[in-house]
């Protein structure tokens, strides 16, 4: 029987091949701290010429997405501002989508300005 004896070479190949499986599969023992995916809402916002309907007004938990579904159904551009995130005008007609993460509960004002200058306003509920 031929003995074979390993040779530098094959010794630091085997340590990286060892070293590179331990990074794909991870420690044996331990927990792995994960971060916990957010809670989505979808809040759904028309914009008119009398004001603004938001729907809902109130979601619970903190820590959230929520993403704002903004329709201007009025004849002029406007803003859209929730808490201190602002909204671009957004054409007569059009929609944008906007995602704001809230990490703490609370009443968030929000509020539109059209381009001659009425605001409408009203509040946003985290429970």
């Given at each position: 029987?031929?003995?074979?004896?390993?040779?530098?070479?094959?010794?630091?190949f085997?340590?990286?091949?060892?070293?590179?499986?331990?990074?794909?599969?991870?420690?044996?023992?331990?927990?792995?701290k994960?971060?916990?995916?957010?809670?989505?809402?979808?809040?759904?916002?028309?914009?008119?010429?009398?004001?603004?309907?938001?729907?809902?007004?109130?979601?619970s938990?903190a820590?959230?997405?929520?993403?704002?579904?903004?329709?201007?159904?009025?004849?002029?551009?406007?803003?859209?501002?929730?808490?201190?995130?602002?909204?671009?005008?957004?054409?007569?007609?059009?929609?944008?989508?906007?995602?704001?993460?809230?990490?703490?509960?609370?009443?968030?004002?929000?509020s539109?300005?059209?381009?001659?200058?009425?605001?409408f306003?009203?509040?946003?509920?985290?429970?």
């Amino acid at each position: 029987m031929e003995r074979r004896i390993a040779t530098p070479k094959a010794l630091t190949f085997a340590a990286a091949v060892v070293t590179v499986g331990a990074l794909f599969v991870g420690p044996a023992t331990g927990s792995v701290k994960t971060t916990a995916p957010q809670a989505r809402y979808v809040a759904r916002v028309v914009l008119t010429g009398q004001g603004i309907r938001l729907s809902p007004s109130t979601v619970s938990g903190a820590g959230i997405i929520v993403v704002f579904k903004i329709h201007n159904a009025s004849k002029t551009a406007r803003n859209f501002t929730i808490g201190t995130y602002p909204v671009p005008y957004i054409a007569p007609g059009k929609t944008k989508n906007y995602s704001v993460g809230f990490n703490s509960r609370g009443h968030f004002k929000y509020s539109s300005r059209t381009h001659s200058g009425n605001k409408f306003t009203g509040m946003f509920v985290i429970t």
